[in-house]
Structure formats: C-alpha cells, structure tokens
C-alpha cells in the first residue's frame, strides 16, 4: 500500500470534519489557491447533496454567530483574525493626540488584513468601508498600503525594519505601488495617510494591553453605523460584509 501524500491526508481530514456536520461545506476557489491548490472545491467533494444533507447556504456552524444587525464592532469581535495591532496603533495615535479622523484611520487601517485579504489590503479595507466614513479616512487607508513603501523624513518615518526582515533587503515594491506613492505624494490628504504610517505600530510593548473602550465613541461619531446592518443596507460594499459574516456560502 503507497502511503496516503500530505495532501491526500488534508482532503481526507477535510472529509471527515464535513461528514461531522449537518451541512455540505465547499470551498471558494480562492480559499484553495491559499493551500497552493486549483480545482475543484476539496470539502464535500465527491459527496452529492441529498440524503438529508444540502449545501450550506447560511451561517457557518464553525463559526461564532453575529447579531442580525451586526455593528462594525460585531465584526472586530465574532470574526477578527486579531485587533492587538489596530488597537495599538490607534492607541498611539491618540495619545499623541491625534485628530479623531486620524484615530479612526489607524483603529481601520489593517481592517481588511483582520477580517478579510492581506493581498492589496489597503484597497480592500478602503473600499470596504467607504460608504460608511469619511472620503478622507477610506482615501488614506487605501493610499497607505503604497506610503508604507517609501520613508518620509519630514515626518521621523523610515522604511520600516520589519520590511527588510519579512521581504529582504532588495525587496522593491510591485509598478503600481510605487504609481500610487507617486499619486499620494501630491494629494491634498497626503499627510493624512502619511500619519497612518507614522503610528502603524508593530514594535509595541507586549504588555500593554488596549481594549476597545477608548474608541467605542469615535467610532461612534465617526464611522455611520447603517440601522439594518452591516451588509443588509445596500451599500457599494454590503456584499463584502456579507461574505465575511458567511464566508462558506455556497452561493
Ligand atoms: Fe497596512
């Protein structure tokens, strides 16, 4: 008998957990290219729907369930992969204080990262927002992700050491990076995502712990909560929210 590959064993465990729920899961196709994977979706493959077993079609029952109307905190707390660092940064930023646009840019500036994509996070994060803040806020989280690339004396930021350490040294940033850098430079909210930079924060202290608390009202009075919900209110980016509250939707 060959002995089952890495792989195999992955699906075959994928299987099992399948065959313990109630529910038929497959996967997105971009959830298997994470795996380095193209195809066919891998969970509940081979297994037809019927025999008192269908497709899921609503909430994951792996997952934590959110309120029906769920509020942009909701998210941070019943789907967040981490807010320690969104936390810190807009910590810092508040207690050098920081107009409040600026703090609620730093509390959402990795939004995308905590709940969604990292891959072009920025742009994720700002259009996910959008409807709901200031232009200025979601222009300086999208325009943050190119500003990260490139120092700025003016105001004490360097190219970050963490970049060297996770990219190398010789690591230069993809055309359309360096475009949008060159963009930002010249735009009037420059150095509002310039001031993300500055307080994106990831050599913080380990033991400061920073709760929620000190921006429950910014978000409050900054960030137009829709009555009905995040992601039932019809906006540009509903389905977005949507999709990160059922990310295993079948359809
Ligand atoms: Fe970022």
Known sequence: MTEATLDERADALERKMSDELDVLISKSALFNMADGKLGPTKMGQGMAAGAGKYYLMGDDPRLPKMPDRPTLLDFFKYRAAGTNHL???????????????????????????????????????????????????????????ALRFFPDDSVGYAYPEMYVKNF?????????????????????????????????????????????????DIVGRHFRQPEEGLGFDNSPSAHMWRTIRRPTKYL
């Open 87 to 145: 936390l810190q940064s807009a910590n810092l930023a508040l207690k050098k204080d920081m107009p409040e646009k600026i703090v609620l840019a730093c509390l959402l500036h990795d939004i995308a990262n905590a709940l969604f994509i990292k891959s072009d996070h920025g742009y994720w994060g700002a259009q996910l927002i959008e409807p709901y803040v200031d232009e200025e806020v979601s222009w300086a989280i999208r325009a943050h992700q």
């Open 168 to 216: 190398g040294a010789d690591y230069v940033p993809d055309a359309y990076i360096e475009h949008d850098y060159q963009v930002a430079r010249d735009h009037k909210w420059y150095m509002t995502a310039r001031m993300i930079t500055v307080h994106d924060l990831y050599a913080f202290d380990p033991n400061v712990v920073v709760t929620w608390e000190p921006f429950v």
